[in-house]
């Protein structure tokens, strides 16, 4: 059976050798502070039954990851008790007619932009607490690969590499300086990957904020930029958009959400589906340098997850050459991430990016590592003094002429990837075909067989 793939090409892996890819790590988003300002949450008010006894519903329980909390709090603000990571239950917590706010609380203690209000009325029951908002869903099997360049020769060639993958997503729209849409599209290709088995959410791309401003003021604003996407996708015969629009200033924050909106009735129409990159965030990865913060915090997560089918968290580039040392993808620095991502998506509505590449770190220029794909990093280590790091779980390896790299094999590949069952998502985005190695779709056959 083949599986639904998306290599999500978010080009913050500057997993590539070109020069663009290296731009494109040096500008990634970095997760706020707790201290940050992030975008609003609509608060909701529904209805609780009284007396209740009060847990968390299984999907609010992913998003309560480590030192985090959601706190209970009355009208005045006296706290009435707590959820942590255990769960926990809420007994009689207050009688008919109260009202009750539920916060997300981060490690620090300091409360977060996600909160909600619930009345307590009805009769006695148990009750699962959880954000209006949620919906009930079944997780797809997506494995979802970005694609680079225009030589359909090589990219036909990836996708049979790569049996296991069934969507793939190229960069055919990219944002240029003055705000156009240079066009890569290609209905041929469309053609040929369906032959596979294979279907397109090709990508329209760009990591400039002032170029994004430019597009949706030369497009003549946010809707009509996305009819103008949905009529070229409809020509080119693909079954959906990747949006990989990164890096934009809060002031264009609300436009991308219209855009992402508008294209995606567009696309239900006729049967597409809309798919947006969402950069990394939690609330104690600090942000460096911090004039990138808006790359993170800018994102209206929840009115984006709203607009469109799916989120793709691109759940890598921990480290870089303005985050100097250090794995791309920490398995536990992806749970974080993942975890306050769910704050604002339900997990079927989520695909879980991973890193097909890695960085070579010189002790002596440190802020200029190179990127290069997994089977590359595994033959550099080969050889290399293995050490357990006592801050990351990914082994650390010290190649004897000043060079270090950490361990992103073909199994670290599978560790992260083995999230998705676990917290219940629909499927991997893999950054991206060329740097993935046949070792590595093995790694994640088991899974895609259970």
Same mark, same amino acid.
């Given at each position: 059976?083949? !599986?639904?793939?998306?290599?999500?090409?978010?080009?913050?892996?500057?997993?590539?050798? %070109?020069?663009?890819?290296? #731009?494109?790590?040096?500008?990634?988003?970095?997760?706020? @502070?707790?201290?940050?300002?992030?975008?609003?949450?609509?608060?909701? %008010?529904?209805?609780?039954?009284? =007396? *209740?006894?009060?847990?968390?519903? %299984?999907?609010?329980?992913?998003?309560?990851?480590?030192?985090?909390?959601?706190?209970?709090?009355?009208?005045?603000?006296?706290?009435?008790?707590r959820f942590d990571a255990d769960g926990g239950i809420l007994a009689d917590v207050a009688p008919v007619g109260s009202e009750l706010r539920f916060t997300y609380h981060a490690p620090d203690g300091n409360p977060t932009d996600v909160t909600w209000t619930q009345i307590v009325?009805?009769? @006695?029951?148990?009750d699962e607490?959880?954000?209006?908002?949620r919906?009930?869903?079944?997780?797809?099997?997506?494995?979802?690969?970005?694609?680079?360049?225009?030589?359909?020769?090589?990219?036909?060639? *990836?996708?049979?590499a790569a049996p296991q993958v069934s969507v793939a997503s190229p960069i055919w729209w990219q944002i240029t300086d003055d705000g156009s849409l240079d066009d890569l599209s290609r209905p041929d290709y469309a053609i040929a990957a369906a032959e596979l088995?294979?279907?397109?959410?090709?990508?329209?791309?760009?990591?400039?904020?002032?170029?994004?401003?430019? !597009?949706?003021?030369?497009?003549?604003?946010?809707?009509?930029?996305?009819?103008?996407?949905? #009529?070229?996708?409809?020509?080119?015969?693909?079954?959906? #958009?990747?949006?990989?629009?990164?890096? !934009?200033?809060?002031g264009e924050a609300q436009m991308v959400v219209e855009f992402v909106g508008a294209l995606t009735d567009h696309l239900h129409q006729w049967g597409g589906v809309v798919s947006v990159d969402m950069v990394p965030r939690s609330d104690g990865w600090d942000i460096t340098p911090k004039t990138h913060e808006y790359w993170s915090t800018a994102p209206l997560r929840r009115e984006l997850?709203?607009?469109?089918?799916?989120?793709?968290?691109?759940?890598?580039?921990?480290?870089?050459?303005?985050?100097?040392?250090?794995?791309?993808?920490? =398995?536990?620095? #992806?749970?974080?991430?993942?975890? !306050?991502?769910?704050?604002y998506s339900d997990p079927h509505q989520v695909i879980l990016g991973v890193p097909m590449y890695g960085r070579i770190w010189d002790e002596a220029d440190i802020g200029s590592p190179r990127a290069v794909g997994?089977?590359?990093?595994?033959?550099?280590?080969?050889?290399?003094?293995?050490?357990?790091?006592?801050?990351?779980?990914?082994?650390?390896?010290?190649?004897?002429?000043?060079?270090? %790299?950490?361990?992103?094999?073909?199994?670290a590949f599978r560790v992260r990837a083995e999230l998705v069952p676990e917290y219940g998502l629909s499927g991997w985005a893999a950054w991206r075909l060329g740097l993935d190695t046949p070792e590595a779709w093995n790694q994640l056959n088991p899974m895609l067989d259970d």
């Amino acid at each position: 059976m083949r !599986y639904l793939i998306v290599a999500a090409c978010c080009l913050a892996l500057a997993a590539c050798t %070109t020069s663009t890819d290296d #731009v494109v790590a040096e500008s990634l988003a970095t997760a706020a @502070p707790s201290s940050a300002v992030a975008p609003t949450t609509t608060t909701t %008010t529904t209805t609780l039954p009284a =007396p *209740q006894a009060l847990r968390l519903s %299984t999907t609010e329980h992913l998003a309560v990851h480590g030192e985090v909390t959601i706190r209970v709090t009355d009208p005045s603000g006296k706290e009435l008790g707590r959820f942590d990571a255990d769960g926990g239950i809420l007994a009689d917590v207050a009688p008919v007619g109260s009202e009750l706010r539920f916060t997300y609380h981060a490690p620090d203690g300091n409360p977060t932009d996600v909160t909600w209000t619930q009345i307590v009325v009805g009769e @006695p029951r148990w009750d699962e607490v959880e954000q209006p908002w949620r919906t009930d869903g079944v997780a797809e099997q997506i494995v979802l690969g970005w694609q680079v360049g225009s030589n359909q020769g090589t990219q036909l060639a *990836q996708l049979a590499a790569a049996p296991q993958v069934s969507v793939a997503s190229p960069i055919w729209w990219q944002i240029t300086d003055d705000g156009s849409l240079d066009d890569l599209s290609r209905p041929d290709y469309a053609i040929a990957a369906a032959e596979l088995g294979v279907v397109l959410w090709p990508a329209i791309q760009s990591l400039d904020d002032d170029a994004i401003a430019a !597009y949706f003021a030369a497009s003549g604003g946010p809707q009509a930029a996305a009819d103008d996407v949905a #009529v070229r996708a409809k020509a080119a015969g693909v079954a959906g #958009v990747n949006v990989d629009i990164e890096g !934009y200033r809060a002031g264009e924050a609300q436009m991308v959400v219209e855009f992402v909106g508008a294209l995606t009735d567009h696309l239900h129409q006729w049967g597409g589906v809309v798919s947006v990159d969402m950069v990394p965030r939690s609330d104690g990865w600090d942000i460096t340098p911090k004039t990138h913060e808006y790359w993170s915090t800018a994102p209206l997560r929840r009115e984006l997850a709203a607009a469109s089918d799916f989120v793709i968290l691109m759940a890598y580039d921990q480290h870089n050459s303005l985050r100097p040392a250090g794995p791309v993808a920490d =398995p536990e620095w #992806v749970e974080e991430v993942l975890a !306050y991502e769910l704050r604002y998506s339900d997990p079927h509505q989520v695909i879980l990016g991973v890193p097909m590449y890695g960085r070579i770190w010189d002790e002596a220029d440190i802020g200029s590592p190179r990127a290069v794909g997994i089977g590359a990093i595994a033959a550099t280590a080969d050889g290399g003094v293995v050490r357990d790091d006592p801050e990351f779980s990914v082994p650390r390896v010290e190649l004897g002429d000043g060079r270090l %790299t950490w361990l992103e094999d073909d199994s670290a590949f599978r560790v992260r990837a083995e999230l998705v069952p676990e917290y219940g998502l629909s499927g991997w985005a893999a950054w991206r075909l060329g740097l993935d190695t046949p070792e590595a779709w093995n790694q994640l056959n088991p899974m895609l067989d259970d």
